[in-house]
């Protein structure tokens, strides 16, 4: 039973954190500014908050977290994370586990994953990326050797608990499904035709800079890594995943950060067994997954599972979910 988890923690994964019905993005998913603080609230409510620091004590020397603790974390390393969270997790006495992309901080290139996400919330008529996507396959079709429209639909168009299959698979494809070449030509045409041309001014909007992340790490926060292009490590060579993963350790090292005691999210959730064992030969304390669950320190500590913003209230006076039952 989940109630009968020992050492147990809660460790909850956000995202955009913005004003997002009056912004320029309406339709980009994410979190209300408000809906946050009124979870805060009700996380204060029924958890403990903990800090990654306590969560390493945890795993490494086998100290016992405090009742109902909660870890919160913040992936890609939005702008918003700076000017909207961070005040709020000050102002209620929560701590955060911040997770940027290398590559995306150091020169100011938007990752695919934000292309992607931005060309779906500007372009409302879905079918319309569908066949701009079909129509480029087809022209590049005997260039690389593409499989039938078919093939990729059948493989690619799977609805999960939050999109639909054609928004499955127009991320799918362009995040995993072609080869890497092919991929960023479509990614970057599409991004270009339906949201803009300047990718180096949308980059420096959309994410933190140095100075502010070393802002965060100054006032308590973690920082900790999330690749440095944000690639599915899955599909990546063993050799691949070590220079993905050194150069985001080089990359928190100009942080400050410590490289023999860290902590990791992976991109979309990806990993393999390389991707374990080069973690523990790097001295990775805690990995996180997108698994849907409760944290538990019988487990892998470099497999943890996470509860997304969604799988908790969003109103500060809700009753405990069944989340939050398992816990109390």
């Given at each position: 039973?989940?109630?009968?988890?020992?050492?147990?923690?809660?460790?909850?994964?956000?995202?955009?954190?913005?004003?997002?019905?009056?912004?320029?993005?309406?339709?980009?998913?994410?979190?209300?500014?408000?809906?946050?603080?009124?979870?805060?609230?009700?996380?204060?409510?029924?958890?403990?908050?903990?800090?990654?620091?306590?969560?390493?004590?945890?795993?490494?020397?086998?100290?016992?977290?405090?009742?109902?603790?909660?870890?919160?974390?913040?992936?890609?390393?939005?702008?918003?994370?700076?000017?909207?969270?961070?005040?709020?997790?000050?102002?209620?006495?929560?701590?955060?586990?911040?997770?940027?992309?290398?590559?995306?901080?150091?020169?100011?290139?938007?990752?695919?994953?934000?292309?992607?996400?931005?060309?779906?919330?500007?372009?409302?008529?879905?079918?319309?990326?569908?066949?701009?996507?079909?129509?480029?396959?087809?022209?590049?079709?005997?260039?690389?050797?593409?499989?039938?429209?078919?093939?990729?639909?059948?493989?690619?168009?799977?609805?999960?608990?939050?999109?639909?299959?054609?928004?499955?698979?127009?991320?799918?494809?362009?995040?995993?499904?072609?080869?890497?070449?092919?991929?960023?030509?479509?990614?970057?045409?599409?991004?270009?035709?339906?949201?803009?041309?300047d990718e180096t001014?949308?980059?420096?909007?959309?994410?933190?800079?140095?100075?502010?992340?070393?802002?965060?790490?100054?006032?308590?926060?973690?920082?900790?890594?999330?690749?440095?292009?944000?690639?599915?490590?899955a599909s990546l060579?063993?050799?691949?995943?070590?220079?993905?993963?050194d150069s985001s350790?080089?990359?928190?090292?100009?942080?400050?950060?410590?490289?023999?005691?860290?902590?990791?999210?992976?991109?979309?959730?990806?990993?393999?067994?390389?991707?374990?064992?080069?973690?523990?030969?790097?001295?990775?304390?805690?990995?996180?997954?997108?698994?849907?669950?409760?944290?538990?320190?019988?487990?892998?500590?470099?497999?943890?599972?996470?509860?997304?913003?969604?799988?908790?209230?969003?109103?500060?006076?809700?009753?405990?979910?069944?989340?939050?039952?398992?816990?109390?």
């Amino acid at each position: 039973m989940i109630g009968n988890i020992v050492r147990s923690a809660t460790i909850v994964m956000y995202h955009y954190v913005r004003e997002i019905k009056n912004s320029r993005y309406p339709r980009i998913r994410g979190l209300e500014v408000k809906e946050f603080e009124e979870q805060l609230v009700y996380l204060k409510r029924y958890y403990q908050p903990i800090t990654a620091e306590d969560l390493f004590q945890a795993v490494s020397n086998n100290e016992r977290l405090p009742p109902n603790a909660v870890l919160l974390t913040f992936d890609d390393a939005y702008s918003d994370h700076f000017s909207n969270v961070f005040p709020l997790l000050v102002k209620h006495g929560f701590s955060g586990c911040f997770f940027p992309a290398a590559d995306s901080i150091m020169n100011h290139r938007l990752l695919d994953v934000n292309k992607i996400q931005f060309t779906l919330a500007v372009e409302k008529n879905i079918h319309l990326l569908v066949e701009a996507i079909f129509e480029m396959i087809q022209k590049n079709r005997e260039l690389h050797n593409l499989e039938s429209d078919e093939y990729y639909w059948n493989e690619f168009a799977t609805p999960n608990r939050w999109d639909t299959e054609e928004v499955m698979f127009v991320k799918k494809i362009l995040q995993k499904g072609l080869n890497e070449d092919l991929r960023k030509t479509i990614i970057d045409k599409l991004f270009s035709y339906f949201v803009s041309e300047d990718e180096t001014a949308f980059s420096n909007e959309l994410y933190m800079s140095m100075d502010q992340l070393k802002c965060l790490k100054e006032c308590g926060m973690y920082i900790g890594s999330h690749g440095n292009k944000h690639n599915w490590l899955a599909s990546l060579s063993a050799k691949e995943q070590e220079q993905e993963i050194d150069s985001s350790l080089d990359f928190l090292e100009n942080l400050g950060v410590d490289r023999f005691r860290w902590m990791m999210c992976f991109p979309y959730g990806s990993y393999n067994q390389d991707t374990l064992r080069l973690l523990k030969e790097k001295n990775c304390i805690v990995g996180l997954t997108t698994r849907v669950g409760l944290m538990s320190l019988a487990d892998n500590p470099l497999e943890m599972p996470r509860l997304d913003t969604n799988d908790l209230p969003k109103v500060s006076d809700s009753q405990p979910n069944k989340w939050t039952r398992a816990v109390l």
